[in-house]
């Protein structure tokens, strides 16, 4: 099955700067690499996503890559805002046909200092 | 808030008991899935389902039980069997078109 590895675990920034989270799976197949945000005490709520066919997708101050070739994708967050503070995840299923399960990967702890 | 609802959103089980935790949909969503979130492990799945009466096992599900009688309904059982069962559970459907997954509130086991 699939299996999403996601790095760094916690990540520290000023405000202003920009964060960087990675993440790598392991089943080719998958199609669909969804970021989701969970601020304290919340739920996860879908910030951005991308599909296998696009290289790179933009909204506002988040982007995310994807690298087909070397399995992993990254989320990128530039003028970095206190608000910013959550954890973020990331997913990857296998859409088409049967949909697979969603699989999550263990989350990134963002801190913005002010 | 989502059309995805959770309860309760507190629960208190007392050890050997089983306990049934709630989540319902109206958003006409085919998939729904049942994640144990806990400090550190990210959203590690459970159970998954793709259509009614239809149902595969997640990563962590043994322990763990659910029904899918109804499109709108995912119960969660959480069984005597599941020896650490104190976690924070997230309750997730998504249309197999629009791929968006919407989670529910979440409850909140402990075991006392």
């Known amino acids: 099955g699939e299996n999403v590895e996601q790095h760094p675990s916690t990540l520290s920034v000023q405000e202003g700067d920009s964060a960087v989270i990675k993440c790598t799976y392991s089943?080719?197949?998958?199609?669909?690499f969804p970021w989701y945000k969970q601020e304290l005490g919340k739920r996860p709520q879908l910030i951005i996503d991308i599909r296998s066919n696009v290289g790179e997708k933009k909204d506002q101050r988040i982007a995310v890559t994807l690298n087909k070739t070397a399995k992993h994708f990254s989320l990128h967050i530039t003028e970095t805002q206190p608000e910013d503070s959550a954890v973020y995840f990331c997913?990857?299923?296998?859409?088409?046909?049967?949909?697979?399960?969603?699989?999550f990967g263990k989350g990134t702890k963002l801190s913005v200092k002010p | 808030d989502g059309g995805i609802t959770q309860s309760p959103k507190y629960l208190f089980r007392k050890e050997g008991q089983n306990v049934t935790l709630s989540c319902e949909q109206n958003?006409?969503?085919?998939?729904m899935y049942w994640y144990r979130q806990d400090p550190g492990q990210g959203l590690r799945l459970i159970y998954y389902?793709?259509?009614?009466?239809?149902?595969q096992k997640g990563d962590i599900a043994e322990g763990y039980s659910v029904s899918r009688e109804k499109k709108e309904s995912f119960p969660l059982t959480v069984t005597s069997a599941q020896k650490n069962p104190t976690a924070f559970y997230l309750c997730?459907?998504?249309?197999?078109?629009?791929?968006?997954?919407?989670f529910g509130q979440g409850t909140r086991l402990t075991v006392v």
């Open positions: 089943d080719s197949a998958s199609n669909y």
């Open positions: 997913a990857a299923i296998t859409l088409g046909g049967s949909q697979g399960n969603l699989i």
């Open positions: 997730a459907s998504s249309n197999t078109r629009n791929t968006e997954a919407f």
């Open positions: 389902s793709q259509i009614v009466n239809d149902f």
């Open positions: 958003l006409n969503h085919d998939a």
